[in-house]
């Protein structure tokens, strides 16, 4: 095992202190020599005096001599802050080499980020400087190195920016000025020195690539967090990294009577409720000067908190399939959101990976499910019935009275260019979604919509048979639905392909409890209407006896009318093909009854084309021993062959450059 030098970068009031603390406490045989921002005197000699900053130590900090009242045992903090970080380095390595320390040991820096314009990470040493010994000690260091095998780490320390900044006016607040300016707080480096250390680790120098944790993953769960850590560092984890001695540190900085009272109080990480000292919590609140530095740091945060363990880790539910991405290129895919162009502004819309892709708690989707949606299928270079799909996107807008609304050609747009940043031309499924937009406060009134409809694409390479749609060869149950019903226009029109989706969840749920795909419903009197998410067929034969195929009276189609349900393309697709097949096809009303004395039955939709149904309320369907019925699987085939030769029902997508 190497000597590794850790180095810690954070934005203050990051809990960066109980980390050294921590790792001065790892019992492995090899010591670990923390090094308190060894950086700040020199960040401080230049920036003392510019955009507000300053400190009540500053001379003494640059004088490295020790205050009037300060007591003479702590004389040895002061002086040692003239040494530049390479010399410190330099003298660390070299005491544990001394030690005989060379396999196992640590140096860890703790960093603050705004000192990071100092630190060259190409070299992983402090910038030279004219008149500054940087250089000299730089030199030493490689000397040294030369005989030992000594590895750089960077750990990146991140905290929500709004628990950062609503603490900074605190008790702390007087020693920095209670200054606001970015230059000051320096969330917004993190971002920075992940590129840098990210771009050294590219290069094919000793550098690897950052270690990135969560400020508050160490507070809730301390163990599993640090153990991670020392995982990722190529450390020995101990228990004893858990608990540490109250008070101050040999290694704490001149500057620590001002900063660490609370670590100071602690005397470890408490396993229940974070850093072990009692306290109670707090509610602070967040001035509005500190508004525009949250917003800067935010976007920084969000990315870098995907690159923790915790964010890997953050699903608490196992899907059906036994994985969290059925295809896992969806785990990066691209997905579009934004807001229409108007004569004031041109289209927000832009693309970014899933994980980053938000839309305002104030957006009518959120706020009331008040969108419309539609999912559309890509096959072979071509979007499938996208003319209709469209159609139906924007007469559902219309019937809802949106108003300023993206434009077919902006839908279209966008569409191409989200297909083309993922690469997609066969084998996907795009969910289309158009709310009424933003709004400027929370209210069900549309009035306050002011902003545009919102435009979300969501791109997944999805098969039509797999964990997320059917198996259209075995076939799938139905369970009828209890008191959910589908609801007839006076009630809801369900025509309007709206995101008001808990008369499907609902149905859904009893259908998972039944151990069934979905839920046959029923309208209000009490005929079929559709399942939870899928139009329904039945097939009837005129004799008992079965059917021939090819005899085209020996059989009749029909399918609930669309007084209560969704009038699918699907659906209507399979009347054009029944109709050119020269298949009798009836549009009625429906009994329960008609369907569990079919002979065949079959759903449709846009997700798993026609996906054939074998049992109802476990009842088998036909006489052909719960399987897929004849007619079903010559509908099945006429189907997939419009979907590959009908071009005049698809869109071809333009060549991705």
Not at 7 to 18: F, L
Not at 310 to 326: C, M, N
Not at 341 to 357: E, K, L
Not at 498 to 507: E, G
């Amino acid at each position: 095992m190497p000597i590794t030098i850790v180095h810690c970068w954070s934005a203050p009031r990051s809990r960066s202190t109980s980390i050294d603390r921590t790792l001065t406490r790892r019992h492995t045989g090899c010591d670990t020599i923390a090094l308190d921002e060894p950086l700040y005197r020199r960040w401080l000699q230049e920036k003392r005096g510019t955009n507000g900053i300053g400190r009540p130590y500053e001379e003494e900090l640059l004088g490295g001599e020790a205050p009037d009242d300060e007591d003479a045992a702590n004389a040895f903090r002061w002086e040692r802050e003239k040494k530049c970080l390479n010399q410190r380095v330099f003298e660390a390595v070299q005491t544990l080499v001394d030690r005989g320390e060379t396999e196992g040991g640590c140096v860890f820096l703790k960093q603050i980020t705004k000192f990071s314009y100092l630190f060259d990470f190409a070299t992983n040493f402090e910038r030279e400087s004219t008149g500054g010994d940087a250089g000299r000690w730089r030199r030493k260091c490689l000397e040294l190195f030369a005989d030992h095998d000594v590895v750089h780490r960077h750990v990146l320390l991140i905290r929500d920016p709004v628990a950062i900044l609503s603490s900074w006016t605190g008790k702390s607040g007087t020693v920095h000025n209670n200054n606001t300016h970015p230059d000051e707080i320096g969330i917004t480096k993190l971002m920075e020195i992940y590129s840098e250390v990210l771009g050294a680790s590219m290069s094919g120098s000793d550098t690897h690539e950052p270690v990135v944790i969560d400020s508050d993953d160490l507070a809730w769960d301390p163990r599993s967090t640090l153990e991670g850590l020392c995982d990722s560092l190529g450390l020995g984890y101990t228990e004893s990294m858990l608990k540490w001695e109250p008070g101050p540190h040999d290694c704490d900085g001149p500057w620590a009577k001002w900063w660490y009272s609370d670590v100071w109080e602690s005397d470890g990480w408490d396993l229940d409720n974070g850093i072990g000292h009692s306290r109670t919590q707090k509610y602070r609140t967040v001035p509005p000067s500190l508004v525009s530095c949250i917003r800067m740091s935010t976007p920084a945060y969000d990315f870098l908190s995907t690159l923790t363990a915790s964010y890997r880790k953050r699903a608490i539910a196992t899907p059906p399939s036994g994985r969290l991405y059925e295809d896992p290129r969806n785990e990066n895919v691209l997905v579009f959101v934004g807001t229409p162009s108007a004569t004031s502004r041109r289209c927000t819309g832009r693309i970014v990976p899933r994980d980053m892709a938000a839309i305002s708690p104030f957006d009518s989707s959120v706020q009331g499910g008040d969108a419309t949606w539609e999912g559309i299928r890509v096959y072979h270079g071509r979007i499938f019935h996208l003319t209709e799909h469209l159609d139906r996107l924007f007469r559902s807008a219309r019937a809802l009275g949106f108003e300023n609304t993206h434009s077919r050609e902006e839908v279209k747009d966008a569409i191409f260019r989200v297909l083309a940043a993922n690469g997609m031309r066969d084998g996907a499924h795009m969910r289309l979604t158009l709310t009424r937009g933003q709004k400027c406060t929370s209210s069900m009134n549309p009035l306050f919509n002011c902003y545009g409809t919102t435009l979300i694409i969501l791109p997944e390479w999805k098969p039509t048979e797999g964990a997320t749609t059917y198996d259209n060869t075995a076939g799938i149950s139905l369970v009828t639905a209890g008191a959910a019903r589908r609801s007839m226009p006076g009630v809801i029109d369900n025509k309007i392909h709206h995101n008001n989706m808990l008369q499907n969840i609902l149905p859904k749920i009893q259908a998972n409890n039944a151990g069934c795909a979905d839920s046959l419903m029923l309208d209000d009197e009490g005929f079929v209407a559709e399942t939870n998410a899928t139009n329904l067929f039945l097939v009837r034969y005129t004799s008992m006896d079965g059917v021939d195929t090819d005899d085209r009276t020996s059989y009749v189609l029909v399918t609930p009318s669309a007084d209560a349900c969704l009038p699918g393309i699907t659906r209507a697709t399979v009347l054009i093909l029944a109709d050119e097949l020269g298949i009798k096809a009836e549009v009625r009303r429906v009994s329960l009854s008609e369907f569990y004395s079919a002979d065949e039955v079959f759903t449709t939709g846009t997700m798993g084309e026609l996906t054939p149904v074998v049992k109802i309320d476990g009842r088998p369907i036909g006489w052909t021993g719960s399987k897929r019925g004849a007619v079903t699987s010559l509908l099945q085939s006429a189907y997939k062959d419009a979907v590959a030769n009908r071009l005049d029902w698809s869109t071809e997508i333009p060549a991705f450059s």
